[in-house]
């Protein structure tokens, strides 16, 4: 027994000592599913890195977005990793407020990020976020629904094919609506999918000297489009649904089809979750023939901030969670369903994967459809597709989505909604000094 004792008091004492050598890293990351994950995994990580030890502040997303954004604005140094969006990755990198991630390792692969999620969170060809996980836009449709209707789904349809299509599967005395489609206001909400629209029928949010454009024909052709399509095929009450009320509808067959996020594939094909699990089928989404689909591109990441005194082991741990690694253990663990989808081009040509995820080649071709640097017909003077990367957007976009929402609900016109956007654009950019 003393000798135990013994034994149990030196273990003790060690790993005192050894605690009071390791380094310690906060992490900041938003609440979903998938980093909910990784915090499990991550014995896995500290096995490999016993002198690191890892602190988790885990928040809901709007929260996630507030907090990181103060600390890092303030060089509050409360995180030495944070979870961002593809929209703050080229603002803070310009502000000088992350590290370029330069360290990830030599068995990293950093060719291997699908290059058009790499270009989001890339500046001057470096490195300042790496994916977790990434996605675009396509549409999900009812194969049962396009035969009854006498049509086929191309795999690359037009705006006017959408019309059509769902014209015909409209069935409102059996609840079923054509088309269901964002109209929840917000900058990531409607917004994210009205601009991602707009940029295939040509318009722009900014002109090259950053003059907004909601006076253009384009911007008029796309919200007209969009009101009277959701007007004759859309769900009642539409301008009250995001992305959650759609993804629920859809499940229980009151859509013919959906267009929205490509990680939203694999809810509509579970059967556990969908009553049309076995009815789905997958396109890009729709263009006009202007060489712009209207399709977005998104990834969450995790970045460094400038102040952290942790650097190293801060992207040893970055580079843990991103690796091919990373994935072939969620996929030992949880199946290759459930690896994080969107940012290797290893991942897409894993047959394994492809046979978990039917919808990963439309997924990949969906991601690949969209240009950060390149997003508009016209030129531009920003960076993304769904948004434009300047601070003001947060603020002007969620307005804008307010007006168009009001439109899409009836309480104002069309024309209208686009002459109010234009004076809240033109008076956010006279007053950031982008124009004059």
Not at 74 to 86: A, F, L, S
Not at 111 to 134: H, M, N, R
Request: hydrophobic fraction near 40%.
């Amino acid at each position: 027994m003393k000798l135990r004792t013994f034994t149990l008091g030196l273990f003790s004492a060690s790993a005192l000592a050894f605690a009071a050598h390791a380094e310690s890293i906060t992490i900041a990351t938003v609440n979903n599913g998938d980093m909910v994950r990784m915090q499990k995994l991550t014995d896995d990580f500290t096995a490999k890195n016993p002198d690191i030890q890892l602190q988790w502040v885990t928040l809901e997303e709007n929260v996630l977005r507030e907090r990181v954004t103060t600390d890092i604005a303030t060089k509050g140094g409360q995180y030495d990793v944070m979870t961002i969006g593809t929209y703050e990755v080229p603002i803070w990198a310009k502000q000088n407020w992350l590290l370029p991630l330069d360290k990830l390792g030599d068995d990293y692969d950093v060719k291997d990020i699908i290059p058009a999620i790499a270009g989001g969170l890339s500046v001057d060809g470096k490195l300042y976020a790496a994916p977790f996980y990434g996605e675009s836009s396509f549409v999900m449709y009812r194969k049962d629904l396009m035969d009854k209707a006498g049509l086929k789904m191309p795999d690359a349809p037009t705006w006017d094919f959408i019309k059509q299509a769902a014209d015909k599967m409209t069935d409102r005395a059996n609840g079923v609506n054509g088309v269901c489609l964002r109209g929840k206001a917000g900058w990531g909400e409607n917004m994210a999918f009205l601009t991602a629209m707009s940029n295939s029928f040509g318009a722009r949010w900014f002109d090259e000297n950053w003059k907004p454009q909601f006076d253009q024909p384009e911007w008029k052709n796309t919200l007209q489009f969009y009101v009277d399509l959701m007007k004759a095929d859309g769900p009642e009450g539409a301008s009250s649904n995001g992305f959650n009320e759609n993804l629920a509808l859809f499940q229980q067959g009151k859509c013919g089809m959906w267009i929205d996020a490509t990680v939203a594939a694999s809810f509509v094909s579970d059967p556990k979750n969908s009553t049309v699990a076995d009815k789905v089928g997958y396109a890009l989404a729709p263009d006009n023939g202007l060489g712009k689909r209207g399709n977005w591109l998104w990834a969450w990441s995790l970045a460094i901030p400038a102040g952290t005194q942790k650097a190293d082991a801060a992207q040893k741990f970055v580079s843990w969670a991103t690796s091919k690694h990373y994935l072939e253990l969620v996929a030992s663990k949880e199946g290759w369903a459930n690896v994080p989808p969107g940012t290797r081009t290893s991942l897409y040509n894993n047959p394994e994967y492809q046979k978990a995820a039917p919808f990963a080649k439309m997924t990949l071709d969906s991601i690949n459809a969209a240009d950060p640097t390149h997003p508009t017909v016209k030129p531009v003077p920003y960076v993304g597709v769904q948004f434009v990367a300047i601070p003001e957007f947060q603020g002007l976009g969620t307005t804008v989505g307010q007006l168009f929402s009001a439109a899409l609900a009836g309480q104002t016109s069309v024309d209208d909604a686009l002459k109010q956007a234009q004076d809240a654009a033109t008076a956010t950019m006279t007053e950031g000094g982008y124009i004059k």
